[in-house]
């Protein structure tokens, strides 16, 4: 497909994002932080979900 036809979602894409470095940079730094907190997040509720009852927050009041 040539590059004349391209979509008007493309042409947006590139005009908004990619045409520009520090954009583009700034871009792929703010997705990484963004996909980081989301899995950071997700994978603790997986893990305290897995080893519920085996933490120490789970069984602190037993001790104090």
Known sequence: MPASHA???T???YNTIFKRNSVFVTTVFAGALA???VY????DKIWDNLNKGKQWKDIKHKYE
Do not use: M, Y
């Open 7 to 9: 979509t008007g979602l």
């Open 11 to 13: 042409r947006t894409i």
């Open 35 to 37: 996909f980081e907190v």
């Open 40 to 43: 950071d997040s997700t994978t």
